[in-house]
């Protein structure tokens, strides 16, 4: 794709050689002439006149000295992101049933769908336009399916699980397993049926080997545009908002709702019934109570967590122990002398 081509597709401005072909990307420390890379810091500001790149995607006030080929872009990154898609556009396989599929009666199958080997579609499920589900998923009945929407190989979805258009499921991931929920009577644990449901926006994301609950009673959600990174729990009853970021290792307990924008970093146990206010962060390895309010726009460390204002000053206090525990043992020995003079 030609520099000039690139430039307006991405909506940005361009200097130098418009007619330079670009046939993929790269570091910046590692790209070729026929390579893009991108330019969104101060340290790669000071790099970029040793990168081989054949053009950069740099912000606007970048100082273009060496007279560089340079697309021009308010959010370098966000404008990266869409040339990688656009220079490496994902390949569907061809539409088509394998031979060792399996589909039940009743099912819907929309324009151009790909089903992969070894793969399972239940009864009385729909699925929209340009599907694509991989080898080895097994997707049960009256599930409902949004076009375009990728399934990798070895999906599971249980039944009467409903997606979105532009979902992208990624391996392992399984959608409508029963909830963790028992009740004790007398010496054993009898099992509360869980026959609610799990509902997905459109345009959501779901890493490796994740796992999203059936609600007990009523719906699990997540909203339009969410993404959850690898191995992420989220339990029966939780309620995720749009455009929500949720990074590896997370869990959701029971009940949890998470307003729209919120950011969730790695790691982190969420407590039952807790919410998380809208363009709420949430610190990496932090633990947040049950029933806990974390409010919007507020951001959080630590476990409980606590204000990170208040979270670096308890740090800062804790680095401090060792030292004040050598003072109060000369305090002692200081005493112990004046003791031993009276």
């Not at 080929?69 to 556009?89: M, Q, Y």
């Not at 999906?155 to 009740?183: K, M, N, P, Q, W």
């Not at 959501?204 to 990174?229: P, Y």
Request: charged share 25%.
């Amino acid at each position: 794709m030609r520099v000039r081509e690139l430039a307006e597709r991405l909506q940005a401005t361009f200097e130098g050689n418009g007619e330079k072909d670009l046939t993929g990307v790269a570091p910046l420390e590692s790209a070729g002439s026929a390579e893009l890379a991108f330019v969104s810091s101060r340290k790669a500001a000071r790099e970029a006149g040793q990168s081989a790149a054949g053009c950069l995607v740099v912000p606007p006030d970048y100082p273009n000295d060496a007279n560089r080929t340079v697309i021009r872009a308010a959010s370098p990154r966000g404008a990266f992101a869409r040339a990688v898609s656009l220079l490496h556009p994902f390949s569907p396989p061809e539409p088509g049933i394998h031979p060792t599929a399996v589909l039940e009666a009743g099912v819907t199958l929309g324009r151009n769908v790909s089903v992969g080997p070894h793969a399972s579609i239940g009864r009385d499920s729909r699925i929209g336009d340009g599907v694509t589900i991989g080898a080895g998923c097994a997707i049960g009945r009256r599930v409902e399916i949004g076009a375009e929407t990728r399934f990798f190989a070895h999906v599971t979805v249980y039944d009467e699980v409903v997606i979105g258009r532009g979902v992208i499921l990624h391996s392992g991931c399984v959608l409508g397993a029963d909830g963790f929920g028992f009740v004790l009577e007398g010496e054993r644990y009898q099992k509360f049926p869980q026959v609610g449901r799990v509902v997905i926006g459109d345009f959501v994301e779901i890493g490796a080997n994740s796992c999203v609950d059936r609600a007990a009673l009523g719906v699990t959600s997540i909203g339009e545009g969410s993404k959850l990174d690898n191995m992420v729990h989220v339990a029966h009853n939780c309620r995720i908002g749009r455009h929500v970021v949720v990074a590896a290792q997370t869990g959701f307990s029971g009940g949890v709702v998470v307003e729209d924008y919120a950011v969730i970093g790695g790691q982190v146990g969420i407590g039952d019934k807790a919410r998380i206010e809208s363009r709420a962060v949430l610190g990496s390895g932090c633990g947040i109570l049950t029933s806990k309010i974390v409010r919007s726009g507020q951001v959080v460390w630590g476990t409980p967590a606590r204000p990170l204002k208040e979270h670096l000053e308890q740090l800062a206090s804790l680095s401090r122990l060792p030292r004040m525990r050598e003072e109060m043992a000369e305090l002692k020995r200081r005493l112990e002398r004046l003791e031993a003079r009276t």
